[in-house]
């Protein structure tokens, strides 16, 4: 095979993910948009409430922004969108399966049901991140609305003190790279979970019961890995570290690999 | 419009975020540095060594700005040496509500004072408030006062609280001996009359000024204090068994008007029963008070104005106070002091401390303190401590070690502000150094307070 014919055949395939990413984003889109406006607004509406005594009192000139974001219930409201977030990916996943919902019989989907996961993943991936993004600029439009003409000349760098001493802000800024490539694999694993644990569902001929209970398995590690790494302040040599990632990497690619194999595996019968 | 939404939807939504996140990290996520820079000394080279200037230096008619950090020794050598003080919000405002120039005292670590003035009928009284920190309980001190002010003071009331010793003249108005509060009824711009120096016999849960019962006042006045001529309190310390009130006189036009500035700086000691024991004065023209402080025997008056210069006083309690002499600094390169950025740290010579940027930092950021020739003297990984403080850190240790790793000096650092407000430090010369984590040249580790 020439240079060129390989080319040619890595740009098709760059294309038809594009295509596909595009697909499967365009399916979640408007679900994922209406969390993010709803998310904004409510969180919004928390903080106008926990500031009103506040301001009633004539203490938020004193009052560390990381406090008003843990008061006003964010990070609840960051989980239930999270939550609605993987619900709105693993219905779109499960909505495939519906008749003429799907544009796959335009490829074939024996050799390129690789391409397909990949693309749902990422498309999920986005969407999540979107939403987690929504709820960081309403934390920071609050920050300007509400808070910055009280605090920024007494308490100059407020907001970024806050986004070093509040445990759910550091969550939605990690603090150092090794935080931040934690947190993106984690990302991914909850995104992987959900679609996998779709397609376990509509595994044809099989009982789903033991592909669903070693992602419960799965998520009961990430979980206990998760209070271990944010649990502490203490900083991991970096052969821990290392560990730490490699074990949220290991969970991730075994998890990824089954959603792969579940899609194929579908996609030939 | 849709056609280009259904073919780019994800493309535009992935460049979006992208560009946010990079905004949103790159504004979170700024560097603090600080500059570490040696004055210039003029004057009688035998005083630099006892000259202790702490806090934040005050430029013409600009509000000064309280540091978040604050370095009370450097050695001439380049390296810190002792009581390092990294503050957190929860320091900042501990330093804020006390007495910024000489950091929290044991008592001033219990509560905050402050004291405000009203009129009643045709009397001033004077109300001092003593708050826990603790508990948040109110206690209170009254005390009638000959104190005349050109401000509306029954309609408003005058407050003079500890911050005002951050921008204004007076920098501390009160003292404890064995426990008993002694203060000096601060008299700002405009007033008239009488200061008074006043002790506190005991608190009382009501605030209404007319409630103390005439055979058990909260306070007494110990010894009125004429304004006339301008005389002005500037600071109450105790010395031993005694009071040191450090005063000015502000000079006058030739209308026989106050005008900007002082001409004459006055140190007495008082004993107990508000008896004068000893006093000297001095000529003396500046415009500002930046700095008192007393350590020891040695009283340091930093004055502003057309020159920045320190003044010493040695306190005896035998013989009469004597005046040293002064010391003028000279900023190396600026010469208007930009207060939100500049503050002054002194032990064996006078440096400045040059704040570029107060934002704090990512974790693996440094806060470096460096000379003028560029050499780091130290690294705080100060997001640490910060993060420490959130959580109610207690058992943080701090060591520095030189660029050759060895050890330099350790202290503890009480890191539970969220807990008690109470900043830093207890020191702890002779631990163990295990389970380190350095981080460039400094090294944090936990160790239980014992």
């Given at each position: 095979m020439t240079l060129k014919k390989l080319s040619r055949s890595f740009i098709q395939r760059v294309g038809k993910l594009y295509y596909l990413i595009n697909h499967e984003y365009r399916l979640l889109q408007k679900q994922i948009l209406i969390v993010c406006l709803l998310e904004f607004v409510i969180g919004q509406v928390l903080f106008i409430v926990t500031l009103t005594p506040y301001n009633r009192e004539e203490k938020l000139l004193f009052a560390p922004f990381e406090q008003i974001v843990a008061q006003s219930g964010q990070s609840l409201l960051t989980i239930v969108s999270v939550g609605f977030a993987l619900l709105i990916i693993g219905l779109g996943v499960h909505q495939?399966?519906?008749?003429?919902?799907?544009?796959?019989?335009?490829?074939?989907l024996e050799t390129s049901a690789g391409i397909l996961y990949g693309a749902k993943l990422i498309a999920a991936f986005t969407g999540l991140l979107f939403v987690l993004l929504t709820q960081l600029v309403s934390i920071i439009v609050a920050w300007f609305l509400f808070f910055q003409s009280s605090a920024s000349d007494l308490i100059p760098g407020s907001l970024q003190l806050a986004f070093l001493r509040s445990a759910h802000l550091l969550l939605l800024v990690p603090a150092d790279t090794w935080h931040l490539a934690f947190q993106a694999v984690l990302l991914i694993l909850a995104v992987a979970c959900v679609i996998s644990s779709v397609l376990e569902l509509h595994k044809?001929?099989?009982?789903a019961f033991p592909g669903l209970a070693i992602m419960v398995a799965v998520i009961l590690v990430t979980a206990v890995l998760l209070r271990i790494v944010y649990g502490s302040l203490d900083e991991f040599n970096p052969a821990t570290r290392f560990f730490q990632l490699l074990v949220a990497t290991l969970l991730c690619g075994s998890v990824v690999l089954r959603g792969r194999h579940l899609l194929v595996e579908r996609a030939a019968c | 419009m849709k056609k280009i939404l259904n073919r780019y939807g994800w493309t535009i939504t992935a460049l979006v975020m992208l560009t946010a996140m990079f905004l949103i990290f790159r504004g979170l996520r700024v560097d603090s540095e600080v500059r570490l820079t040696r004055m210039k000394e003029s004057g009688d080279a035998a005083l630099s060594g006892r000259i202790r200037i702490a806090g934040v230096l005050a430029s013409r008619g600009e509000q000064s700005f309280a540091q978040r950090i604050q370095i009370d020794a450097v050695h001439p050598d380049g390296l810190l040496s002792a009581d390092l003080t990294v503050m957190s919000d929860h320091a900042y405002h501990a330093l804020s509500f006390s007495h910024?120039?000489?950091?929290?005292d044991d008592h001033q670590a219990e509560a905050i004072y402050t004291i405000s003035a009203q009129t009643v009928g045709q009397q001033n009284h004077l109300t001092v408030i003593r708050r826990s920190w603790q508990t948040g309980r109110e206690t209170y001190a009254s005390l009638p006062v000959d104190l005349k002010s050109s401000l509306s003071l029954s309609a408003i009331g005058a407050r003079y609280d500890p911050w005002y010793a951050i921008n204004g003249d007076m920098k501390s108005a009160l003292a404890w001996i064995d426990d008993t509060l002694y203060g000096i009824v601060p008299a700002g711009e405009g007033d008239s009359g009488s200061s008074s120096l006043f002790r506190v016999n005991h608190w009382r849960?009501?605030?209404?000024?007319?409630?103390?019962p005439p055979n058990q006042p909260t306070s007494t006045e110990l010894a009125r204090l004429s304004l006339d001529q301008g005389w002005r309190p500037l600071a109450l310390f105790a010395y031993h068994q005694q009071l040191v009130l450090v005063s000015g006189t502000r000079q006058l036009d030739a209308a026989g008007q106050l005008a900007d500035g002082y001409s004459l700086l006055a140190v007495d000691l008082y004993d107990v029963s508000g008896q004068v024991m000893q006093h000297v004065d001095v000529d003396a023209s500046f415009y500002n008070i930046q700095s008192i402080t007393l350590n020891e025997d040695t009283l340091c008056v930093t004055t502003g104005g057309d020159e920045l210069a320190s003044r010493l006083f040695t306190l005896s309690l035998a013989g009469q106070p004597g005046y040293w002499g002064k010391i003028t600094l000279d900023e190396p390169?600026?010469?208007?002091?930009?207060p939100a950025r500049l503050a002054l740290v002194l032990d064996e010579h006078a440096y400045l401390l040059d704040v570029v940027r107060l934002h704090p930092i990512q974790s693996d950021d440094l806060l470096s303190v460096t000379y003028q020739?560029?050499?780091?003297?130290k690294d705080i990984p100060w997001p640490y401590l910060e993060n420490a403080a959130y959580r109610g850190r207690t058992d943080l240790r701090l060591t520095v070690v030189d660029p050759n790793g060895a050890q330099r000096y350790q202290v503890y650092l009480d890191c539970g502000l969220n807990d008690d407000l109470q900043p830093l430090l207890a020191v702890g010369p002779n631990a163990a150094q295990a389970d380190i984590r350095q981080i460039a040249n400094l090294v944090l580790e936990e160790a239980p307070l014992s």
């Open positions: 495939q399966f519906t008749p003429g919902k799907s544009i796959y019989r335009l490829y074939h044809p001929g099989k009982s | 910024s120039h000489n950091l929290l849960t009501d605030r209404s000024v007319e409630t103390d390169e600026q010469t208007n002091l930009d020739d560029g050499y780091v003297l």
